[in-house]
């Protein structure tokens, strides 16, 4: 048995590991920068002012920074998901009519524990529940599109007001999506197969019994989790991102995808669609193009268009979903996406 | 004894499956384990976070991966 093991054993172990943690945390987070300065200025005696140095630089200070963050951030926020689950969500939206279930549908998509390889189960026991097609979509919109990992980083990076624009926008484009397909009556372009699931059982008990240690111990396994899942996006991210920092002039961006460009938010989004990434790799991307004088509105429409159109998901989607439906899904969010990226560059500019 | 694996082949559904094998080993249960990878078989169990696993028709655990020792103590019971 390794030492953490046996710390972990204890009550006593364990508050003295987090504590450690911490400070060793706070440590880090507050010695990064120096760190690099020391050696890439001092040790390697390399030149501060020049672009490679600002790329190497920017590249292991972002790195740590980010990872730095993502530990805290994916702890928090596993911890208080693991309140909810999407069982007790089908349960709380189980009998709502459209409009209000949409809202709720896309509030509760936002803080429900939920990973892009279980939408097709939630789909078929969210309408075998009763739930209408409507409403399970603006949940199963809102729940990639307002991402708990890219809010928190948003807050630590941009400040409240950029991140209450994107929940905002989020939430919205998920009820509103939602809402509008269901008023098409999308139920014909469902595969059958949904509506003949029956519940053989009765469903499963939505509240865990867990305690405060399990909840504890989920949020530790799932930095581990997510952090293996995704280190290579993150460092693709982080990498572009150094790259452009010490590279790209500022006028390049400002002047062929400034806030006046007419498709500046279009190509951001096809760019972002066919990105596999994920809401924390694009963020260090975001952070440096904004730096170079890009829009918010272009930024909140890229990083949106990243997170909630994927093509895997799309791909797994089809399995409940005929091809029309799925077209129209992603004709209205794409929309909204849109609409949001050219709203905002005109409100903020 | 039946012991199902409900996922639909996620790298989480593997690691139940593996624990869950591992479990049935140590504890010597005469049981069959069998995975259940379609989607509508799935959703009738009532469960919409993989991996489940459901024994002798009874959802126990669902949305995660319990550690071995967890894993032992629900079959446990059945043994008795």
Known sequence: ?349 | MNIKILGPGCANCKNLERATREAVAELGLDAAIEKVEDYATIASYGVMSTPALVVDEEVVLYGRVPKAAEIRDLLSPATA
Request: overall charge positive.
């Open chain 1, 1 to 349: 048995m390794s030492l953490l093991d046996r710390l972990l054993e204890t009550r006593r172990g364990r508050g003295l590991t987090l504590v450690t943690a911490t400070a060793v945390w706070f440590g880090v987070y507050f010695l990064n920068e120096h760190l690099w300065d020391w050696v890439l200025y001092d040790g390697f005696g390399m030149d501060p002012e020049a672009r490679l140095t600002g790329t190497i630089h920017f590249f292991f200070y972002d790195s740590i920074k980010i990872a730095l963050l993502l530990v805290i951030i994916i702890f928090v926020v596993t911890y208080l998901r693991s309140y909810m689950s999407v069982e007790r969500t089908r349960a709380l939206l189980g009998g709502k009519r459209e409009g209000v279930g949409n809202v709720m549908a896309a509030g509760l998509g936002v803080v429900t524990p939920f990973c892009s390889c279980s939408a097709v189960p939630a789909f078929i026991g969210f309408v075998s529940a009763g739930v209408p097609i409507g409403v399970t979509l603006s949940f199963l919109v809102a729940s990639p599109m307002v991402n708990e990992i890219a809010i928190g980083m948003l807050l630590t990076l941009f400040g409240v007001k950029i991140t209450a624009i994107y929940v905002g926008a989020g939430l919205i484009i998920a009820i509103l999506a939602g809402w509008i397909l269901g008023r098409m009556g999308v139920q014909k372009w469902v595969e059958p197969f949904v509506f003949e699931t029956k519940l053989r059982c009765k469903p499963v008990d939505p509240s865990r019994a867990l305690t405060f240690d399990d909840r504890v111990t989920m949020g530790i396994e799932e930095v581990g989790t997510v952090l293996r899942k995704i280190w290579p996006y993150l460092l693709v991210g982080i990498g572009l991102g150094a790259l452009i920092h010490g590279w790209v002039p500022t006028e390049f961006f400002t002047t062929y995808a400034g806030a006046g460009s007419t498709f500046g938010v279009l190509i951001a989004i096809g760019i972002g669609i066919p990105l596999y990434s994920n809401a924390a790799g694009v963020m260090p991307l975001v952070q440096v193009l904004f730096e170079k004088g890009l829009p918010m509105g272009t930024l909140l429409a890229f990083m949106m268009a990243v997170v909630a159109l994927s093509l895997p998901e799309m791909i797994l989607l089809r399995r409940v979903l005929k091809p029309q439906l799925l077209a129209a899904y992603v004709a209205v969010v794409g929309t909204g996406i849109v609409i949001v990226g050219y709203l905002f560059n005109f409100l903020l500019a």
